[in-house]
């Protein structure tokens, strides 16, 4: 019962591969490294370096390594990046979906679970998105999921695929330096990478309709986001099928909390710099999470402060050298 990993070199995708082994669920990785690090990934972990636009090596690894399921991590992410490269944004997501599910159709592979985006959803004035609100996506990159969500679920309907769609929210931390997300283009990277070097981080935009002007989001831990996938692996192994689920904490906090709590954990001055605002980025977006709780068996477990605990530690680790694979210290409790 081998998975396939598609983007398991990534940031996220390596944590997930983490958290599969511990489990005790073999693996195999796919990913041509273009934003991915072979060194994020245990010398017993199998790598094959390759797209997942190339059904052929697709077919191929998974004829190799028996696979019989896979989580689709790889694939572009950047919603500001999206808007100036859409086309790119169309081939790597909705054509790498595409492509995959060829391969698997061919090789007789029916079990799938997709890493889409809360990005499906646009603005939204719900003081919680359900999987059942408005997917209106403000962005090339939100509606590259959501397509790849419908083809996936219209697989699913014409060949008996047992398929699950992620739908993360904003995924930060990192458990060990070795992981750490490079050239991130979120929230904490984007603040990191200013403090560093000795600026004031950037804020867009701070004249939303929220609580103090900045965007709110639902920050989830990886390490949480990693439980979920291996969650997601045992539903669809028992024949969940055909949903896309919130994985998110269900709670919200806007920028310049997080920029508090990183002033705080750093002893840094966060002091942010206000910018105008950025195309396409909602005010709010907050997961409900009871869907993935019934689902998923599964809740998210570390607070804002672990995050950042665990973010900073990971980041300040590697400027001081090459990251070893080591523990992240607990730091306070959910």
């Known amino acids: 019962m081998t998975w396939l990993l598609t983007g398991g070199a990534g940031y996220i995708g390596s944590h997930v591969t983490e958290a599969m082994q511990d489990a005790g669920v073999p693996v195999v990785v796919l990913d041509d490294l273009s934003t991915g690090r072979a060194s994020r990934l245990r010398p017993t972990v199998p790598l094959v370096k390759g797209s997942v636009l190339d059904t052929a090596t697709v077919r191929t690894v998974?004829?190799?390594?028996?696979?019989?399921?896979?989580?689709?991590?790889?694939?572009?992410?950047?919603?500001?990046?999206?808007?100036?490269?859409?086309?790119?944004?169309?081939?790597?997501?909705?054509?790498?979906?595409?492509?995959?599910?060829?391969?698997?159709?061919?090789?007789?592979?029916?079990?799938?679970?997709?890493?889409?985006?809360?990005?499906?959803?646009?603005?939204?004035?719900?003081?919680?998105?359900?999987?059942?609100?408005?997917?209106?996506?403000?962005?090339?990159?939100?509606?590259?999921?959501?397509?790849?969500?419908?083809?996936?679920?219209?697989?699913?309907a014409a060949y008996g695929l047992d398929s699950l769609s992620l739908r993360y929210f904003n995924v930060v931390g990192c458990a060990d330096p070795a992981l750490v997300e490079i050239n991130g283009t979120n929230l904490f990277p984007l603040v990191f990478d200013a403090l560093q070097r000795g600026d004031h981080p950037v804020v867009f935009g701070a004249d939303y309709p929220t609580r103090d002007g900045s965007c709110v989001r639902d920050y989830i831990h990886v390490e949480d986001l990693a439980d979920a996938h291996v969650a997601a692996v045992r539903a669809v192994s028992v024949g969940a099928s055909?949903?896309?689920?919130?994985?998110?904490?269900?709670?919200?906090?806007?920028?310049?909390?997080?920029?508090?709590?990183?002033?705080?954990?750093?002893?840094?001055?966060?002091?942010?710099?206000?910018?105008?605002?950025?195309?396409?980025?909602?005010?709010?977006?907050?997961?409900?999470?009871?869907?993935?709780?019934?689902?998923?068996?599964?809740?998210?477990?570390?607070?804002?402060?672990?995050?950042?605990?665990?973010?900073?530690?990971?980041?300040?680790?590697?400027?001081?050298?090459?990251?070893?694979?080591?523990?992240?210290?607990?730091?306070?409790?959910?």
């Not at 007789?108 to 359900?130: C, E, K, M, R």
């Not at 809740?299 to 992240?328: C, F, I, N, Y």
Request: charged share 20%.
């Open 62 to 156: 998974i004829r190799d390594h028996d696979v019989t399921g896979v989580i689709h991590l790889a694939g572009k992410k950047s919603v500001p990046e999206s808007m100036t490269s859409p086309l790119h944004y169309y081939r790597e997501n909705v054509t790498g979906a595409l492509a995959l599910l060829e391969a698997m159709r061919a090789e007789d592979v029916n079990q799938l679970v997709f890493s889409s985006s809360a990005a499906v959803y646009g603005t939204s004035d719900a003081d919680y998105v359900t999987e059942d609100s408005p997917t209106l996506p403000d962005s090339p990159y939100g509606r590259s999921k959501l397509v790849s969500e419908s083809m996936i679920r219209d697989a699913a």
């Open 242 to 334: 055909q949903k896309a689920v919130n994985v998110g904490c269900g709670a919200g906090h806007t920028v310049f909390e997080v920029l508090r709590e990183i002033g705080v954990m750093t002893g840094l001055d966060t002091t942010p710099e206000i910018l105008p605002r950025r195309p396409g980025d909602p005010a709010s977006m907050v997961a409900a999470t009871a869907l993935a709780e019934r689902v998923l068996g599964w809740k998210a477990q570390r607070d804002l402060s672990q995050m950042v605990a665990s973010a900073w530690h990971a980041v300040t680790a590697t400027s001081q050298g090459k990251p070893e694979m080591t523990s992240v210290p607990s730091i306070g409790t959910s």
